[in-house]
């Protein structure tokens, strides 16, 4: 009232009241105004889903849906503007703004039957942030129209054998057709039936056979299948099957001829063709490739046929004295699985010539002769015991002097050691043999018949000279050694050895040593000479050890000279156990009072005696106890270590001890033990790590000529402990 303002008392709605007519009592004025719009309603559609179903076939621009949307605002805020929210990527459909939707590209149900959109609208209010939008669910399925003909699967060709039965199914036709319901039933014919050979199953598709096949008249078919489907109206497809009808082994391989004759010379070249026989077979494949085979007439293998041409030729040197003439039998035969066969006759005629070749029982000969026979000329080879013929050839049919035969040496006879008698062919020693000049004679033995022309073959005769032991081992050195005498027992002094220019058991030597007395032994297939007992050089500086050799026959001797050398092990003895003198009270400074001695048996620097004064006048007791400090590695005895072992030696079994000694430290700084070096692992031998005996752990039967090389380290027990190495060598020999 005061103001004149005019102010509303309520909340406006438009949608209810649009305008408004008031009396104003100040002058009684009447007032008019309009409520202005507000976006405040969202645009609804009638319904929240809708659903339709249409023909797949529906030309594009067809509409298939009007969607019905309100909106209760006014001017722009209810003007509306339609789209295709989610479920056509491709862009099928379409809808304008009228909210008409329509199909915009060709559907195909084969490659989508069903489609659900989401359709959006939204009202067109000046600013789109305060615009409304609202979404419908529209579901479509499409219904099929027979546009698909059918689509065939099964294969283009296939194979039959010629003799399948009647009724067997070829093959079987498949088509598959897209479409649905009846547009998708098929059934089957054929458009080719060829000579009623084949018929179909209208709802299987199975081909079946229903008349005979015959590979050599008709060799494959070409079918026209043809598959239709029950659509209005139908659509059909069809294929060509080619049916390959596949051989039987039914037709022989029948020859051109039943009876072929042939004459040759006896003396025609062996790879000569003679004749060609043929046979020829209607099947194809392995079933008609034709082999031939001589079955019978040809005991001797004179000929051989090709087995693929049929042409047959001379294998083997032919002779009508022998066999005038032969008569085949030749076989033809298929590659079938039961090969069929068929035979002909080949009559081979021999024509005489004059070529008969002496030909020797054996080639070549040999024949063993010891050496050194007593008694010469002697008969060295003999065939058999009935025949003292060895060089004979076998006597040629021809007659005269075409048969009459002459022998002769015509290569390989040094220093004319052998004859041989022109007529017999008999071979004679005619000096004596030397296995070790020569072990192996090789001769070579014409023999010539007196035709004309001069017909002559050779043969080999090897003559090998058999060793006697008629040469005796030989040292192969003069032997001499060193060894400390403080040698354990077991230790290896030196190896003898010797050579023989015999061969096998004859070359193969034992030693010995006779003298039992002496403190030594020998291995008597090795030849190691070892310490047996324990020595002194002071009481024995050197031994002179005869050692004997034998072999199956021989005994040879030889001497070895072992020299003892010295070690420190006798201290020095005075020649008097106590001095007595008297002495004036006053003598004269230098003057000599008395003179001790000693002796020391050992020698060089070990022997050399210095004398000094151990004690004055005064005397006290100074008791000094030297801990000893780890300061000398053990030593070994030996610079290195061999052995030889035979292959058949048991596990268990010792070989060789090695010794290393530290006799400068004392307690567990003396204290050795043995161990095989980190690189030298073997599983073939053990050690035994107080004693240093090595022995065999496992078989050396595979090993022989073997060289085993390891090293073996000694050590103390001291801390830290020292050590040294030295070498092994293990030899594995056949005795």
């Not at 060894?483 to 193969?508: K, W």
């Not at 052995?643 to 400068?664: E, F, H, M």
Request: hydrophobic share 35%; charged share 25%.
């Amino acid at each position: 009232p005061e103001s004149g303002d005019l102010i509303a008392t309520k909340r406006l709605d438009r949608e209810r009241r649009s305008k408004y007519s008031l009396l104003v009592r100040a002058d009684d004025g009447l007032v008019y105004f309009n409520i202005l719009d507000i976006n405040d309603n969202p645009p609804v559609f009638s319904m929240t889903s809708y659903s339709t179903s249409l023909m797949e076939n529906l030309a594009p621009g067809s509409a298939i849906l009007n969607f019905n949307v309100t909106d209760a605002d006014d001017g722009s805020n209810s003007q509306l503007s339609f789209s295709i929210a989610s479920g056509d990527s491709v862009g099928h459909f379409d809808i304008n703004n009228s909210g008409v939707l329509s199909i915009q590209q060709p559907l195909d149900r084969e490659r989508q039957s069903f489609y659900s959109l989401v359709v959006q609208v939204h009202d067109m209010a000046p600013l789109p942030a305060s615009r409304y939008t609202s979404t419908a669910q529209v579901s479509i399925i499409l219904l099929d129209v027979n546009d698909s003909p059918p689509s065939f699967i099964s294969p283009k060709l296939t194979y039959i054998p010629e003799n399948t039965p009647i009724d067997t199914v070829v093959f079987k036709a498949q088509a598959t057709d897209p479409d649905s319901g009846p547009n998708s039933y098929i059934e089957y014919s054929l458009l080719r039936p060829l000579g009623n050979k084949f018929s179909i199953g209208t709802i299987d598709g199975e081909v079946r056979l229903t008349g005979e096949l015959d590979r050599e008249a008709v060799s494959n078919y070409t079918l026209t299948v043809v598959a239709t489907d029950k659509g209005q109206p139908s659509l059909s497809s069809s294929t060509d099957v080619v049916v390959i009808v596949l051989d039987i082994n039914d037709n022989n391989p029948i020859f051109a001829q039943k009876l072929y004759r042939v004459e040759l010379e006896e003396n025609t070249l062996t790879g000569t063709d003679l004749i060609q026989v043929l046979a020829t077979d209607g099947d194809e494949g392995t079933n008609g490739q034709v082999r031939y085979s001589i079955v019978s007439g040809d005991n001797g293998n004179e000929f051989r046929i090709d087995s693929v041409t049929g042409v047959i030729t001379v294998a083997k040197p032919l002779d009508r004295e022998r066999e005038p003439s032969y008569m085949l039998t030749v076989q033809s035969s298929d590659r079938g699985s039961s090969p069929r066969t068929d035979t002909t006759t080949v009559n081979i005629v021999l024509k005489d010539v004059n070529d008969y070749i002496p030909t020797f029982e054996l080639s070549p000969y040999n024949v063993n002769v010891p050496e050194n026979l007593e008694t010469l000329p002697k008969v060295i080879l003999q065939v058999s015991t009935l025949k003292k013929l060895t060089c004979i050839c076998y006597i040629d049919r021809d007659s005269g002097l075409n048969g009459q035969l002459i022998y002769e040496i015509i290569e390989g006879n040094t220093e004319n050691s052998f004859s041989i008698n022109r007529a017999t062919g008999e071979i004679r020693s005619v000096r004596p043999l030397d296995r070790e000049k020569l072990s192996r004679y090789t001769l070579t033995i014409k023999a010539s018949d007196k035709g004309t022309p001069l017909q002559s073959t050779t043969v080999k005769v090897i003559i090998n000279v058999l060793d006697e032991n008629d040469n005796a081992p030989r040292f192969s050195q003069i032997f001499s050694a060193s060894v400390p005498e403080n040698a354990p027992l077991g230790f290896t002094v030196t190896r003898v050895t010797t050579s023989d220019e015999d061969i096998g058991m004859n070359a193969i030597s034992r030693y010995s040593i006779r003298d039992t007395s002496l403190p030594f032994i020998i291995n008597p297939s090795t030849g190691d000479i070892t310490v047996s007992r324990l020595l002194n050089r002071e009481d024995t500086d050197r031994y002179r050890i005869r050692v004997s050799a034998h072999d199956s026959g021989w005994t040879v001797s030889t001497d070895v000279t072992v020299f003892v050398t010295d070690v420190n092990d006798n201290a020095p003895r005075f020649t008097k156990p106590s001095y007595y003198l008297e002495c004036p009270e006053l003598p004269g400074i230098g003057l000599k009072v008395t003179q001790v001695s000693a002796t020391d048996p050992d020698e060089g620097s070990n022997g050399h005696v210095f004398y000094f004064i151990k004690s004055q006048s005064d005397e006290t007791t100074v008791t000094i106890n030297i801990v000893d400090s780890n300061d000398n590695a053990p030593l070994f005895l030996a610079p290195k270590y061999f052995t030889p072992v035979t292959k058949n030696v048991r596990a268990g079994t010792n070989l060789i001890k090695v010794t290393a000694v530290d006799d400068k430290d004392f307690g567990l700084n003396s204290e050795v033990e043995y161990f095989l070096s980190d690189e030298s692992k073997t599983n073939k031998f053990r050690l035994d790590r107080n004693t240093g005996w090595i022995s065999v752990s496992s078989s050396l039967m595979a090993d022989l000529n073997k060289k085993f090389l390891f090293k073996v380290k000694a050590k103390d027990k001291g801390n830290p402990p020292l050590s040294s190495e030295v070498a092994v060598e293990i030899v594995v020999t056949e005795e």
